[in-house]
Structure formats: structure tokens, C-alpha cells
């Protein structure tokens, strides 16, 4: 039995055979470049932090936060020297950001930050998380610090605290029930990573 040739193809009376389809075009690699953020992507990360806020349970934050909070956090971390890094694709748009922030605002804890990342939700399941955490645990120690503490939500947890383990963060201790969010109480979960 001879194949369909395209000129003997009749859209009404069959489907197209397979060997005479277009193929779409691949998808796109993923790609990004990540790098210190700057002034100009504040709105981007305004935008995907406050989608978290709003939609999940992954901050515990319940206002979403203004382009004027994150000018000044931003300012903050400058003049600390503490690393604030962006996911940028190869068009220009934040894919994600990550950052490490004062645990604890007292002299004697300057050597410990809280992280944090956040990913546009296109962006999630694609290796990005890790990689914006490992840049940010060598941003981190080029900064003098030497522990980074995670504190992440535990309802629906699972990936970020296999990714955190998959980079040697530790779980240091669970708080039960100490926030409500969405009508719920949400327990918290503690993990620690001394960088060298």
C-alpha cells in the first residue's frame, strides 16, 4: 500500500497522515541569566511576590507589598552589601529573584540572613529554584556570611524543602500552628546551612 501524497490529500474526507503534518516548532529552551538586581526589575519582583501572597501559602505574608516597600528593601540590602539576585530570560523579563535578608536585627546575628526565592509560576519545575539558591548561597559567602536560615510554610512544602536539603540546608526544628493564613493555621519548618 502506496502513502497519501500531498497533492492526493482531501481535507473533507480524511485527517491529514501523519508523514504529511506540520510539526510545530520545539519549544524554546529555558533559558536565563542570573545577576544583582537592579532598580528597574523591582516592579517585576513586586509583581511576583505579591502573585505568592495572594494566591498560596508559600510566604505567610497576607498584604501584598508596595513598589515603595521594595524600593527600601531594596536600599536596605544595598547598604548592607547583602545579595538580592534576578532570574532574567534572554528577552529581559524576572523569571524569579532570590535574596538574603537580616535574621534578626541585632549586631551579633550580622553573620546570618534569612533567604528567600521566589519564582514566576511559569517558571517553577524547571531547575530554576536551584539555581538561583546556589548563586545565592556564593553571593552569600562572598558577603562574609555563614549561616542561611530557611523558614518555609509546611502545608505543601515538599519541593522546597527537597530543594533546600538537595543543597545541604539541615532541618533545625518545626513550629506548629503560629500563623493563619486563608482561614487556616500554618505550622512552620526551620532549616540552616553553614557555608564555607
Known sequence: MNPVLEEEYEPRRMAKPFHLRR????????????????????PDVRQIYNHYVTNTMVTLDTDTRTLRTWRAKYAYLSKLKLPFLVAVSPSGQVLGYALAEPWIQKRSYRFTAEESIYLRPASTGKGLGKA?????????????????????????AESSIGLHRALG?????RMGRVAFKFDRWIGTVMMQRTIK
Not at 510539526?23 to 523591582?42: G, N, S
Not at 538561583?132 to 505543601?156: E, H, R
Open 132 to 156: 538561583l539558591l546556589s548563586a545565592l548561597i556564593d553571593a552569600g559567602k562572598q558577603a562574609g556570611l555563614k549561616q542561611l536560615l530557611a523558614v518555609i510554610a509546611d502545608g505543601g
Open 23 to 42: 510539526l510545530d516548532p520545539p519549544e524554546p529552551e529555558f533559558a536565563y541569566e542570573i545577576r544583582p538586581a537592579v532598580a528597574k526589575d523591582l
Open 169 to 173: 540546608f539541615k532541618e533545625t526544628g
